[in-house]
C-alpha cells in the first residue's frame, strides 16, 4: 500500500508519521508532503529518514492520502487526488459537511466511510473526543440535549500554538509581557473563549462544529446541542464538559458499565482514588479518558461526564489512520501498487 | 468604626487591606490577625505600617470583623465574637448555608445581610460572581435550569496555589517534572476536575456549593443548578461557562440592556472587536466580565454565557467590604468606639 502525508511537517504530520508507525496499515511505501518551504528536509519512519517533497499541483500516486495541511489546500488539491485515484481522508473542514462526503470515527460510524466517493472527512478535534464518549450513550439511552463546555489546549492551532504558549509563558515567569499571535491575545495563565472565527449567532465557527459535525457522525439531526468553546494555557489534550438529557434514564453505573465496553474509550472515574481525566494523563493515550460520571442535577435521568483526549491523536492523525485501517480491514483498500 | 481583618496574611487579607484603603467604610482604626506565626509582621495600610498580632482565644475589640482565615477558625472563635458585639463578616464556608445566617451578595440581596444575629456570610468565589451576572436575568426573565462549567484559577487555593503554580510551570520549562503539593496533580498546563472534596453522588464540595449557595442568594430552591469545578492553570480571576433556561425567553439584546444597567457587571461582549470576559482583563478589576451572550441552542428563548472575575475581589475581599459599606449606608452599622 503506498500511502501519502500531505502536511508531514505539521504537529498533526508529526503524529501520522509516529501513528503509521504502529499501525497495522500496510504501508509499503510512504511519501511526505509539505509546502515548498519545507521540501528537503527529512523525517524518520521506521527506522528510515524520509526526505519531504513540495506537494505537487495535480494527483498524487499514493493509494490512500492522509490530508493535514488546511482546508484552502484540501479544497483546492483533493478533486485531482480523486481523480488520480487515491482515497483521501481528509483532517480539514473543507468537507465535512459536504453530504457526500462521510465524516467518519471509525468506533462510531465506520460504516459511514465505505460509501465514500474518494474523500472520507475526519472530523473537528473537539468532536471527535465528544463523539467517542456520548455515541455508546446515545445508542442505549437516546440523547435529546448536549451541552459542551471545552477546555482546549495550544495543540489545536498546531505547533506555532504549543510554541507560543511555551515562549510567552517563560517572559511571564521572566516579568515580561506576553505577546500574541497565533491567538487573539495573550494566552499564558489566561483563558480566551474565541477559537475560529464568530458567526452571526455570536456562535463560533468551532462551537458550531461541534453541532454540526456530531449531529452528522451520530446520524441524528434532531439531537440538540450547545457549546461554549475555550483556550486554555495547555500544551495538548482538550478537555470536555459534557452534560447530557437523555430519552431513557441512565444510572452512572449504567454508563460506566457501557463505557468500559466501548471502543476507544478508557472509563477514568475513581474519584476517591483521585482518578479523572485530565490532560496530565490523557496526552499520548489512543484512547478517550471519560470520567467524572454522575446523575445530572437539572435533567432527571440524564448524565454529566467529563472527557480528555488527545487532541493530536483521536482528534486528528489516529482518526485519520484508523478511518484507514478500517477501510483496509473492510476490503475496500486494495493497494493500487500491488495491483 | 474599628475594623479587624482575621487572617491578614493571607491572599484574601492582603485584598481586604488593598479593597478597605479605597473603600467608604469609615475605618477609623484597623486590627490585623493571624496565626502565631505571622505574628509581628507588618502590612501596609493607607501610608502606615500596622503590625500583625496572633489570632485571640475570645472577643476581638472591633466594631466589624473580616474573617478569612478558613472554615474551623470560623467555627471555633465567631460565637465569641458575636457575643463581644462585634459585626462578623466571614469568608469561610462554616455558616454559608446557616437558616439563620444571610449569605450574602450586596447587588443581589444585600437587605437580608440587614437580618444578621451577627454573622453574615460571604460567598463561595464561584457562586458569588455568577451571581452577580445572573441575578438581574432570574429576575427579569426567571432562570429554570443554570448549568456552570468552571475555569478557576490557583488563587482558590490561596497564596500558595499560585506560587506552586509558578514554581511548578518554571520546572517543566526546564524539563524537570512538575510536583504537586497544594493540588491533588500538577498544575502546569493541566487541567484537574477536582476542587475540594467529593460527595456520594459524585459531585464536589465546590460544585454543590454553586448549588446550594446560589439558591439561598437568589431566594429560589426550584431553581435546578449543575456545575463541573474545573482547576486550569491561571494565576487568578475564574471564568465560567453559562447556560440557563429561562421560564420567559430572553433575546441577547434584551440581556445585555439589562446588564448593562446592573451594579456590579461590566458587559464585554464584542466578539468582532475581541472582546469577551477572560482573567488578562478582568484581573484586578471590581466589576465580573459578562460577554459571549448568544440564545441558547439547546432551551428555546434561553442564553449561554462566558463570565470572569477575580476570584480575590469580587469572589471574596471586594464582596465583603462591600457587605459592610451596605451596612454602614443603611445605618446599620454604628461605630461601637464612637459609641
Request: charged fraction near 20%; charge should be negative.
Amino acid at each position: 500500500m503506498r500511502v501519502a502525508i500531505v502536511g508531514a511537517t505539521g504537529a498533526v504530520g508529526h503524529e501520522l508519521l509516529r501513528v503509521l508507525e504502529g499501525s497495522t496499515l500496510k504501508t509499503d511505501d510512504l511519501l511526505l508532503y509539505a509546502s515548498p518551504r519545507s521540501a528537503g528536509t527529512t523525517l524518520p519512519f521506521g527506522g528510515r529518514e524520509l526526505t519531504v517533497q513540495a506537494t505537487p499541483e495535480g494527483s498524487i500516486d499514493a493509494d490512500v492520502i492522509l490530508a493535514s495541511a488546511g482546508g484552502s489546500i484540501s479544497k483546492a488539491l483533493a478533486p485531482a487526488w480523486v481523480a488520480g485515484g487515491s482515497v483521501v481522508i481528509d483532517n480539514s473542514s473543507a468537507f465535512r459537511l459536504d453530504p457526500d462526503v462521510p465524516l467518519v470515527v471509525p468506533e462510531v460510524n465506520g460504516a459511514a466511510a465505505l460509501r465514500h466517493r474518494g474523500i472520507i472527512a475526519n472530523p473537528n478535534c473537539t468532536t471527535a473526543i465528544a463523539a467517542v464518549a456520548v455515541a455508546p450513550l446515545h445508542r442505549a439511552f437516546g440523547v435529546r440535549r448536549m451541552i459542551v463546555s471545552t477546555y482546549q489546549a495550544t495543540s489545536g492551532a498546531g505547533q506555532k500554538g504549543i510554541e507560543e504558549l511555551l515562549a510567552q509563558t517563560h517572559r511571564v515567569l521572566h516579568d515580561q509581557p506576553a505577546q500574541a499571535e497565533v491567538f487573539a491575545h495573550p494566552i499564558p495563565f489566561n483563558v480566551i473563549p474565541h477559537i475560529d472565527t464568530f458567526g452571526e449567532n455570536g456562535y463560533t465557527r468551532e462551537e458550531m462544529k461541534v453541532v454540526w459535525e456530531t449531529r452528522k457522525i451520530l446520524g441524528d439531526d434532531a439531537l440538540q446541542i450547545s457549546c461554549t468553546a475555550v483556550r486554555i494555557p495547555t500544551l495538548r489534550t482538550h478537555a470536555e464538559a459534557i452534560t447530557l438529557e437523555l430519552e431513557r434514564p441512565a444510572t452512572p453505573d449504567e454508563a460506566r458499565e457501557l463505557l468500559r465496553q466501548a471502543a476507544g474509550v478508557e472509563v477514568r472515574d475513581d474519584p476517591a482514588g483521585k482518578l479523572y481525566p485530565m490532560p496530565l494523563t490523557a496526552t499520548g493515550k489512543y484512547d478517550v479518558e471519560v470520567g467524572r460520571i454522575r446523575s445530572s442535577l437539572v435533567f432527571e435521568g440524564g448524565l454529566d461526564l467529563f472527557v480528555a483526549g488527545d487532541q493530536l491523536l483521536k482528534g486528528a492523525a489516529l482518526n485519520a489512520v484508523q478511518i484507514a485501517e478500517y477501510l483496509q480491514a473492510q476490503g475496500a483498500l486494495r493497494g493500487r501498487v500491488q495491483g
